[in-house]
């Protein structure tokens, strides 16, 4: 399995934006779609071996966390705007006020509390945290089987998240020179274990 999750530091955790100009009034969740787009969605397909978490900090007293688990995902179009649509329907359910991910419909689910609630709903894991200047991810033992990968949104990771993940024990890890934006990092790693797994039938590294 493998796991994402992207922090939004600016990301409301409310459903009041409009679908029109996500940019402008969602505290840029644009940013965080586009990195479930890529964690999730391939060419006409679904990568059924991922879970994605995105956290919403933008509201300090209603932080919010999401799951979208590829395993059991249902319906989900790759353009911004109608995975926009699927944060807002599940922002406005009655279960984002749980603070564990109590309900999944159609493999999307919700609760309230930001990273927190989604380390609570890890469990035990291997991190890594997407960091520029991190060690060679290529030398990394991203295959791990519980693997977790922490991915910073357009302003990276604010101070008190990056202790957080320090205290998780998560390995900084860089996928190249270039600081690239969040979703872009996310394919990066998600080809360098496509290119793993294909090695036994002769991909060469
Ligand atoms: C747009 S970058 C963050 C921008 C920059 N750190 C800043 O402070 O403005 C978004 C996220 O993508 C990931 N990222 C970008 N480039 C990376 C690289 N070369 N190696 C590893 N992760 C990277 C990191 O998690 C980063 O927080």
Redesign the pocket.
């Known amino acids: 399995l493998r796991r994402f999750v992207v922090i939004g530091q600016t990301a409301l955790g409310s459903p009041r934006f409009s679908l029109d100009d996500l940019p402008g009034s969602s505290g840029r969740l644009d940013v965080l779609l586009r990195a479930l787009q890529s964690a999730l969605l391939v060419s006409h397909g679904l990568r059924r071996d991922t879970v994605a978490y995105l956290a919403l900090h933008g509201e300090a007293g209603a932080r919010r966390a999401l799951r979208f688990d590829g395993r059991a995902a249902e319906y989900l179009r790759p353009d911004e705007r109608s995975l926009g649509g699927r944060v807002k329907n599940a922002l406005a359910w009655e279960e984002s006020s749980a603070t564990a991910f109590s309900v999944e419909r159609q493999g999307v689910a919700v609760a309230l509390g930001g990273l927190d609630a989604i380390v609570s709903d890890l469990g035990p894991m291997t991190p890594f ?4 200047g ?1 060690s060679d ?1 290529r030398a990394a033992k991203l295959d791990a089987e519980d693997a977790v990968f ?8 604010d101070a008190i998240t990056r202790t957080r993940l320090h205290d998780l024990g998560a390995e900084p ?10 979703d ?2 996310i394919v990066l790693v998600h080809n360098e274990l496509d290119r793993r797994a294909l090695t036994p039938r002769g991909l060469a590294r």
């Open positions: 945290v997407l960091e520029e991190g991810a922490f991915v910073g949104d357009h302003l990276g990771f890890i860089s996928v190249g020179p270039v600081s690239v934006h969040a872009q990092a």
